[in-house]
């Protein structure tokens, strides 16, 4: 199987008014076995618990306590309703905050993260790698850190990043041999709330108290991706006829990991991303009480086909009780491989799953793209059912839960619809390019973070624009965009 020499991550990033961006699973996975397994934040066998310690910008431990620390508290006590209405509990994942970063005492002389020392967090690759980087959330009170970041990397929808990048995040380190996440890091941009008042500023809204409550969004997306959620494309033709600056009578329908901003009720997370929050980091009541729905999409050889979005609706609840996935999301990019996995599914409710295009808008060069090809991404197939394994149109699991649902193979050929179900996917590399980004990773193999997510909240979410930086991590995946 043929592997890049070097291991890029492109970081996931979120901005506001321009496009929109959409993937399904997580960011980084495991590609040296490609044993389809994610990488996940280190398991304390304690606890039963996967655990993340994130430390706060010094300078800014004010705001951060205010507005971000109890929105951790979303990722790690996610619930689902059952079919009799009651909910449950269904992550095993602890979010700890831990303070100022100044009170280790590693940084106990930092002061405040600017533009002069941001990048001891974000090149992590070239630090002692015998020595764990923190965790660690920066607010970028100026928007400078943005600016910096993204510099050179302007265009005619984003002329200036500091006014239309919202934030920035993703995994810094990775443990690949063991497909552990040793540290990651986000970036805030408060720029776009703290009042300035310049006739180029891009606040989120006329009011710093509006702006703030947009900006929760931006916070929880971007914690997503630091959690290594990925974009996702749920309810694209909600979210695609909503804007900040205009109406949105659906609102409560646009993903948290949607790669853009486009309501003020992505602060509160969709089914989509609490389900994919869960198959990531999954207590035993979520495997118990919930089935999955597997399958694979295949190209018109046979072979697995990555890159094309799966989706299964509850037909009574379409919107509200959904979710998605990319195919081939699970393995590395060279990787002949259309698996897709749909987790959440409720015992007893009857599911359409259909497969269409990642949206063609922002899958090219220099804006958001999906994992695990990015801009090679298929197109013009289109988009329908998927049947079941009975032939018919929905899909159900009995009571109970705790089953897996074996979809046929369906193969995508070109333009056309979907012929009848094809064989397995051959073994080995795939014949197709891969890659998702135009720039080139740099010479220090540093890592760099472009998205809010990544992203893109990888399963897929809010962005309008992805500037792409590669980060030479010591592993290999891909990742995403604006939020």
Excluded at 75 to 99: E, F, M, R
Excluded at 181 to 194: E, M, T
Excluded at 310 to 316: E, G, H, K, L
Excluded at 391 to 413: E, L, N
Aim: charge should be negative; proline fraction near 5%; charged fraction near 20%.
């Amino acid at each position: 199987m043929q592997r890049f020499v070097k291991s890029l991550l492109i970081i996931s990033f979120l901005s506001f008014g321009f496009f929109n961006v959409f993937a399904g699973g997580p960011m980084l996975v495991d590609d040296i076995t490609n044993s389809g397994e994610p990488s996940r934040w280190p398991f304390n066998a304690t606890k039963g618990k996967w655990v993340v310690e994130v430390w706060g910008d010094p300078g800014q431990d004010a705001i951060i306590r205010r507005l971000v620390v109890p929105l951790l508290d979303s990722w790690k006590n996610v619930k689902l309703n059952l079919p009799d209405g009651s909910t449950i509990v269904t992550v095993a994942l602890d979010i700890q905050y831990k303070g100022k970063l100044s009170d280790l005492e590693a940084y106990k002389d930092i002061g405040d993260i600017t533009v002069s020392n941001y990048t001891l967090f974000t090149n992590v690759a070239e630090q002692d790698q015998t020595v764990t980087p923190p965790t660690v959330i920066i607010f970028d009170a100026d928007g400078s850190i943005t600016e910096n970041y993204f510099a050179g990397q302007e265009s005619e929808k984003c002329p200036k990043p500091k006014n239309c990048i919202a934030g920035f995040a993703a995994p810094s380190r990775l443990d690949r041999a063991h497909k552990v996440i040793q540290a990651g890091v986000a970036v805030l941009n408060g720029r776009l709330i703290n009042g300035i008042s310049n006739s180029d500023d891009g606040e989120l809204a006329s009011s710093t108290a509006e702006a703030e409550k947009r900006f929760q969004g931006i916070i929880l997306h971007e914690i997503g991706h630091m959690l290594n959620l990925d974009h996702s494309q749920v309810n694209l033709e909600i979210a695609d006829a909503c804007s900040l600056s205009g109406s949105c009578e659906q609102g409560d329908q646009v993903v948290t990991m949607y790669p853009e901003l486009k309501s003020t009720e992505q602060f509160i997370l969709h089914r989509d991303d609490k389900v994919a929050i869960s198959f990531l980091y999954p207590n035993q009541a979520f495997k118990d009480n919930f089935c999955t729905i597997v399958g694979e999409i295949q190209n018109e050889e046979g072979k697995g086909m990555q890159g094309v979005n799966v989706i299964a609706r509850n037909v009574n609840e379409p919107f509200i009780d959904a979710r998605s996935m990319v195919s081939g999301v699970m393995f590395g990019y060279d990787t002949a491989n259309g698996t897709y996995h749909l987790a959440g599914i409720l015992p007893n409710k009857e599911y359409e799953v259909f497969y269409e295009e990642l949206n063609q808008a922002y899958v090219v060069e220099l804006a958001s793209t999906f994992s695990p090809l990015g801009v090679d991404s298929p197109k013009d197939f289109g988009s329908d059912i998927i049947p079941g394994p009975d032939g018919k149109q929905t899909v159900h699991c009995s009571s109970g839960g705790g089953q897996t649902i074996s979809m046929p193979a369906i193969r995508i050929v070109s333009s056309e619809l979907p012929q009848s179900p094809g064989e397995s996917a051959d073994e080995g590399a795939s014949s197709q390019k891969k890659g998702w980004c135009s720039l080139q990773p740099n010479a220090s193999q540093q890592v760099d973070f472009g998205s809010f997510f990544s992203y893109i909240l990888i399963y897929a979410a809010l962005l309008p624009l992805v500037v792409c930086r590669f980060f030479g991590l010591p592993f290999g995946k891909r990742s995403k965009y604006p939020f």
